[in-house]
């Protein structure tokens, strides 16, 4: 079955970095948009970046924008997020997720409702 298994999570101080890391299993995984969500306690999920099949297509939410980088290895069916300058605002469960409708395109999806499979997640943490 399909699995997306998240890494790399934990507690970091403000100004830190994580890099968190998601492995995918059971699909194809070239043949997927990945994008990465984070849902804080008593927030709506939201998402923070996405990536086409090959990885020349990328998008991050304005509120990460030149701090968060996402990026894939197809060879190692895995997709990373690159966290950087890292706020207290931050604080969330990471999750992963892929999205088979763009088999046919580069394009990828900001809508959560729109992905096909999810990761657990992974908590990250960031002390002021």
């Known amino acids: 079955q399909v699995q997306l298994v998240e890494s790399g999570g934990g507690l970091v101080q403000t100004g830190g970095s994580l890099r968190l890391s998601c492995l995918a299993s059971g699909l194809t995984f070239s043949h997927y948009a990945m994008g990465w969500f984070r849902q804080a306690p008593g927030k709506e999920r939201e998402i923070v970046a996405a990536?086409?099949?090959?990885?020349?297509?990328?998008w991050n939410a304005e509120s990460v924008k030149g701090r968060f980088t996402i990026s894939r290895d197809n060879a190692k069916n895995t997709v990373y997020l690159q966290m950087n300058s890292l706020k207290p605002e931050d604080t969330a469960v990471y999750s992963c997720?892929?999205?088979?409708?763009?088999?046919?395109?580069?394009?990828?999806?900001?809508?959560?409702?729109?992905?096909?499979?999810w990761g657990q997640g992974t908590q990250v943490t960031v002390s002021s």
């Open positions: 990536i086409s099949r090959s990885g020349g297509n990328t």
């Open positions: 997720a892929a999205d088979y409708k763009y088999l046919y395109s580069s394009g990828y999806s900001t809508s959560y409702s729109e992905y096909d499979y």
